[in-house]
């Protein structure tokens, strides 16, 4: 079985931090690429943050310089370190992995930032 678990939404302030976490266990070929999507309700599904094996990482444009992705390979973790957190930010956010595209997921954890 294959198996994506994040940790450490909940609700905060806006200006606060989270640090989201996620794990991967199971029959995973590979997790090369792994990333973080975010849905809010009514809106479309966007990719937040990627990062590759080797460190090579994407954002998208509406969290540069707020959000850090990194990745622990040991542990098959991948984390996300969202600070000056945003209102906008709320949303259930899902932790993915693939090699070179996202093929797991996982359930999601919910950000709420309250203004």
């Known amino acids: 079985q294959v198996q994506l678990v994040e940790s450490g939404g909940g609700l905060v302030q806006a200006g606060g931090s989270l640090r989201l976490s996620c794990a991967a266990s199971g029959a995973i070929f590979s997790t090369n690429l792994m990333g973080w999507y975010r849905q809010a309700p009514g809106k479309q599904r966007e990719l937040v943050a990627s990062?590759?094996?080797?460190?090579?990482?994407n954002y998208a444009d509406s969290v540069k310089g707020r959000f850090t992705i990194s990745r622990d390979n040991a542990k098959s973790s991948v984390y996300l370190q969202m600070n000056s957190l945003k209102p906008e930010d709320t949303a259930v956010y899902y932790c993915s992995t693939g090699t070179l595209y996202f093929r797991y997921w996982g359930q999601g954890t919910q950000v709420t930032v309250s203004s």
């Open positions: 990062i590759t094996s080797s460190g090579n990482t």
